[in-house]
């Protein structure tokens, strides 16, 4: 009898703690499973929410995202484009008769040897990285033999091109894009996007794109994360060769955004040229007719002499930037900014960390009374959060702005239309704090509310987690279609 009274005593007080996950939802997880131990009954429930953490905060995205007030009709963008060969890299390189031996970054590639150190050095830290191939035919020998793989499959390339197309699936916006464009690339291209005839060239310019699952092995060697490695013997793009092209079309085209990508492509060209290039990319972006906002997309380097120079040459120059975790370090590094000191990210980085560097760039880079300086605006995307710093009064719509770039990214990954929670997973930290260069607040992220938002110094900070795919279909063009996106949902105030 006392067996069963304290069977029926321990179920009247599940039945109890039970009402009060499905009456009161918002009360702290804490307290409820702090109720639950005290009350000896074992492990505690998991909460009876409204479907999964990654269901209530994808539906959360999708009350915010909202379309602005004053919306883009025109964009022109330039100057990278190409056609992408995607593949198994690991497949790839057992096809050329390569070992996974030790590996090793190489700013250049030479030689099939340096392209294998260099993959196996990115594959072990799961993380994308772009190099240039500097041996004309042996280059060309390795992309036939990429393009003809079984499974190997062509796509629109290049950021210009990539952010072109994603842009192309909004009927009510028209798109210029300037790039070297041949046969197969311009095949591939959506109908919306307009390409001068002067873009126009007789020969694709390819680029291989080797990626990697995450836990895929080659020998000793384990990936991570899902990523990729890119690399190629772009001339055409390397020179910027469509640069007076593009703002040469934007007279006649009248765009009320231009989107400038390419300038990575500057490291395979010596010193004096990359100086002389620099040089006329300014001049360039100078004759853009004023009162146009100009987004400059990074992408993967490794010399921090251009770096350096673009901070300080280029970025006045621009009013956005969107960048990644690895791009936003190297940045770091190469004009001694904040936390310049790490030498890589340690699996998803510091939110705190991001968060100072991204104040550095706008302080000590962007607009301000006293700085004759255009940057108002930063998209920084990592695999498992974004944050989106702008300077106050500038622009509008940004939490609708990173909560697309999000959305897209769990979408895009995992080749769906709408986010499928049992596709998905939260990886982003569920605290952390604001800063760690000065007293930083702790955030706890709530799926519910999935859009932070904090200010310092006349600087916002939107942060959103990213619904990661857990079985990525093509991890390339991620972080064009994130900044597109949030391009598309962003609003500029007029007087910019």
Not at 465 to 474: A, F, T
Request: glycine letters at 8%; aromatic letters at 8%.
């Amino acid at each position: 009898m006392a067996l069963w009274r304290g069977s029926a005593y321990a179920g009247f007080l599940a039945l109890v703690v039970g009402c009060i996950f499905l009456l009161e939802p918002q009360l702290p997880g804490s307290a409820l499973r702090s109720l639950w131990s005290s009350l000896q009954l074992g492990p505690a429930p998991a909460p009876l929410g409204p479907g999964s953490p990654e269901g209530r905060l994808a539906a959360a995205w999708d009350a915010l995202i909202v379309r602005p007030a004053r919306r883009w009709r025109r964009v022109a963008v330039g100057v990278n484009a190409c056609v992408d060969v995607v593949l198994s890299g690991v497949k790839l390189l057992q096809a050329l008769g390569l070992n996974p031996e030790n590996g090793k970054d190489h700013s250049v590639l030479h030689s099939r040897n340096d392209l294998k150190e260099t993959f196996v050095h990115f594959m072990g830290k799961g993380a994308a990285a772009e190099r240039f191939f500097s041996d004309k035919e042996t280059f060309h020998d390795i992309a036939r033999i990429a393009s003809e793989f079984p499974g190997a499959q062509h796509y629109v390339g290049g950021n210009a091109a990539l952010i072109g197309q994603k842009l192309a699936a909004n009927s009510d916006l028209k798109v210029l894009l300037c790039g070297p464009v041949g046969p197969k690339l311009h095949e591939l291209l959506d109908d919306n996007v307009f390409v001068p005839p002067e873009s126009l060239q007789e020969v694709d310019e390819f680029h291989l794109i080797l990626e990697y699952q995450a836990g895929e092995e080659w020998g000793q060697l384990k990936a991570p994360h899902a990523n990729r490695f890119i690399f190629s013997h772009d001339l055409s793009n390397g020179a910027m060769n469509m640069l007076e092209v593009f703002v040469s079309s934007l007279e006649e085209f009248q765009p009320d955004l231009v989107i400038l990508s390419g300038l990575h492509m500057m490291e395979g060209q010596s010193k004096e040229l990359q100086r002389k290039r620099l040089l006329e990319v300014v001049t360039s972006i100078s004759d853009v007719p004023t009162g146009i906002p100009i987004h400059l997309e990074l992408a993967s380097m490794t010399n921090r002499e251009l770096m350096s120079s673009m901070v300080l040459q280029v970025f006045p120059a621009v009013t956005s930037l969107g960048l990644n975790e690895q791009e936003l370090l190297f940045l770091s590094q190469s004009a001694s900014g904040p936390h310049s000191s790490l030498s890589s990210w340690n699996g998803v980085p510091d939110v705190g960390m991001v968060s100072d560097i991204l104040f550095w760039i706008l302080k000590e880079h962007g607009r301000s009374k006293s700085r004759a300086s255009d940057l108002t605006r930063i998209h920084f995307h990592t695999l498992a959060y974004h944050i989106l710093a702008t300077v106050d009064r500038h622009w509008a719509n940004q939490l609708a702005a990173v909560a697309a770039g999000a959305r897209v990214a769990g979408t895009q990954a995992c080749a769906t239309e709408t986010i499928d929670a049992s596709q998905v997973s939260l990886r982003a930290p569920q605290e952390f704090m604001t800063s760690h260069s000065e007293a930083g607040s702790r955030i706890v992220v709530n799926p519910n509310e999935p859009v932070v938002e904090w200010h310092r110094e006349g600087i916002s900070f939107h942060f959103t987690p990213v619904l990661v795919c857990k079985d990525p279909i093509r991890t390339v063009g991620l972080g064009d279609a994130i900044s597109a996106e949030g391009l598309f949902y962003s609003e500029v105030h007029p007087h910019y």
